[in-house]
């Protein structure tokens, strides 16, 4: 029995020893993992960004002539560009102008679309929204072209000179 | 004479494992919107976007006198791919010893990498932040990434 116990004893102090070595050898060899260490965030928040400019005001549109026995023919303009950026998925851009044309006269738009966007082509202007490009996600391009086109029937008579104000806005949803 | 070689081995051991302590206060949150594109719509978010000169204070303490170096690692929580964070030191502090290296922007990742050396202890140690490669590529959101310095 006292065999027994003194031989246990013996190998409890072995493995007593060898663990504290084992953490005295550790020190020794890693030394670098007593280093102490401080921790900071970076942070930055990315708000939504929408924004939509036209390079300049169309040139007047004139409908002033026509070949005999057809309506007048219809001009168009197309001096002027816009540029868009937005940050983020699935937007579209409406147009809309700031009062109804007159009867028998009609102002249609076409816009081209940035990558990835899909054109409406040309659609006509009203006081009420119309969706022009659709399906814009995440870019900035500029230089995209804007066509107008303005017309006019035979029954319209002559239309005093006005202007019209088109409003381009970038809006959810799309195709 | 097991027990004598043990006392041995920690005495020496001992001064080996003493450790610098290294603090530091203050974050850097930016806030992104359209002021900053570069020139209005149609352009991209401005690049590089850099925090204060003195984000944030680094002390080092309890270095009695020896030599001690601090490295750098970032571990992203929520960090959009191709965006880069950098850090840099813009003082040297004050107090015992000296520092160097540090002072031009050190790019992160999350491997530690040496951001600047010194002896003895140091307090007020200012550094800089900057990120490289935010586009509107990235959608709103609240993007985050811890950087920890070790001293050692």
């Known amino acids: 029995m006292d065999d027994k116990f003194a031989v246990i004893k013996g190998q409890y102090t072995g493995k007593t020893l060898a663990a504290a070595l084992g953490v005295a050898l550790a020190m ?30 169309a040139a007047a549109l004139v409908v002033s002539a026509a070949t005999a026995g057809s309506a007048p023919n219809a001009v168009s303009d197309t001096s002027t560009t816009y540029a868009i950026t937005t940050n983020q998925t699935n937007k579209k851009i409406t147009a809309a102008i700031n009062t109804a044309m ?36 995440g870019l900035n391009e500029s230089s995209l072209g804007i066509t107008y086109q303005l017309s006019a029937t035979s029954a319209a008579g002559v239309v005093a000179s006005a202007s019209k104000t088109v409003t381009f806005t970038i809006a959810d949803g799309g195709v | 004479m097991h027990r004598i070689g043990l006392l041995l081995v920690l005495c020496w051991a001992l001064p080996s494992a003493w450790a610098a302590d290294i603090s530091v206060v203050g974050n850097w949150t930016e806030l992104i919107d359209r002021d900053d594109l570069v020139a209005g719509a149609g352009s991209d978010l401005r690049s590089p976007i850099e925090s204060a000169g003195a984000q944030a204070t680094l002390d080092i303490s309890a270095t009695t006198g020896g030599n001690w170096t601090v490295k750098v690692a970032k571990s992203d929580l929520n960090w959009p791919a191709g965006v880069s964070v950098a850090v840099r030191r813009t003082s040297d502090g004050s107090g ?12 992160l990742s999350g491997t530690e990498q040496v951001l600047f050396s010194g002896s003895g202890d140091r307090s007020g140690i200012q550094v800089q932040l900057k990120t490289e490669g935010l586009s509107v590529g990235a959608a709103p959101d609240n993007y985050s990434t811890t950087i920890t310095y070790r001293v050692e």
């Open chain 1, 28 to 57: 020794v060899a890693f030394p670098a993992a007593a280093g102490s260490t401080a921790t900071q965030t970076t942070t930055y928040e990315v708000q939504a960004i929408n924004e939509i400019s036209v390079s300049g005001n």
């Open chain 1, 102 to 137: 007159p009867a028998g006269v009609t102002l249609t738009v076409s816009l081209a679309a940035p990558t990835g966007g899909t054109s409406a082509g040309t659609t006509t202007l009203t006081a009420t929204a119309a969706d022009v490009v659709t399906g814009i996600t």
């Open chain 2, 96 to 107: 015992s010893g000296g520092i160097s290296g540090g002072t031009t922007y050190l790019a």
